[in-house]
């Protein structure tokens, strides 16, 4: 199963720019008066919530809570992953106001669900090596493929155990912005659902890299859309395919990922899905992530229902 009809999603209670992971993420801006972003990405998150409800999709909201103060709370997908099999993959983090996300999450929204098993990654942490859920890792969950751009916050030998311990083949490789700074997320510069990738090709500066990457993803059946710098900017690649109830495919954006694109990606897109179009314009700017960050993808049942 490539794709679920349920996520979780969490309703900030300070959100903020975070110092702690700017660093390494260009796409972070602390330009908006501050007493303005809290207000705003709550309208933005709670637009975002009706949008997927009203097109058929499942969300669990979790309330985070103002202390300890997260700032990055609103994008749960880098701390955790679940996989149908029952297992729950837990994941350290580069940045130390967002480990204190983790904690609230398996207290709060995490004990919802049937866990069968938990591999829990954090203790790299101690040595300052991480993965970042769904953001280092953009996985094509039915080839059993997990796509990865090395970074500071992806470390290949937590992709080597991720791999060993849920029976994923690696494909990794080294992606950069237009200024040559690596890329802090996969997810910032590709999109895999079930026959339709989106990824950023020049971002890849290794012609043999670059070669792999696309013939892994036409060998498993992909059509691939091919993205520009400026898509890039603009969260293209930040998308995500969701389920509704009906089984139907939907394909979660920003509204800023959405104007950038081609009238003839906009056409190879609706043929495929039906797009989900949410203004997330502050949380983009002064988070750095986007729609896709937001989404923690939910494939174990909640407690007491059998999966």
């Not at 990055?72 to 983090?93: A, K, R």
């Not at 190879?268 to 797009?275: G, H, S």
Request: glycine fraction near 6%.
């Amino acid at each position: 199963m490539q794709t679920t009809s349920t996520v979780l999603m969490v309703r900030p209670a300070h959100f903020a720019f975070n110092p702690d992971t700017a660093g390494n993420n260009p796409f972070q801006h602390d330009d908006l008066p501050a007493l303005h972003v809290q207000g705003r990405a709550l309208q933005e998150f709670d637009r975002y919530v009706d949008a997927l409800r009203s097109a058929g999709v499942q969300v669990w909201v979790m309330q985070d809570t103002p202390d300890p103060h997260t700032p990055d709370s609103i994008f749960p997908n880098n701390c955790f992953s679940t996989h149908v099999d029952g297992t729950l993959v837990l994941y350290p983090m580069q940045g130390s106001n967002r480990r204190l996300e983790r904690d609230k999450l398996m207290l709060a929204g995490l004990s919802a669900f049937a866990v069968r098993r938990t591999l829990d990654l954090t203790g790299h942490e101690q040595c300052q090596r991480y993965l970042e859920g769904t953001g280092s890792l953009v996985l094509d969950r039915i080839a059993g493929i997990a796509y990865a751009c090395r970074s500071i916050r992806t470390h290949d030998a937590l992709l080597d155990e991720f791999a060993s311990c849920l029976d994923y083949r690696v494909i990794a490789f080294d992606a950069v912005d237009r200024q040559g700074v690596p890329i802090y997320h996969t997810n910032v510069m590709m999109s895999v659902g079930t026959s339709l990738a989106l990824v950023c090709l020049a971002s890849i500066a290794d012609g043999q890299q670059r070669r792999i990457l696309l013939q892994t993803l036409q060998a498993s059946g992909k059509q691939v859309v091919d993205l520009s710098w400026e898509q890039l900017e603009s969260f293209a690649g930040n998308m995500l395919e969701v389920r509704d109830a009906q089984g139907s495919a939907l394909l979660v954006m920003s509204r800023r990922a959405q104007a950038s694109l081609s009238p003839e990606q906009w056409l190879q897109i609706t043929d495929y899905a039906r797009p989900v179009v949410v203004d997330i314009d502050t949380i983009e700017r002064v988070g750095g992530g986007s729609a896709r960050c937001m989404l923690a993808e939910i494939f174990l049942p909640p407690v007491g229902v059998q999966p």
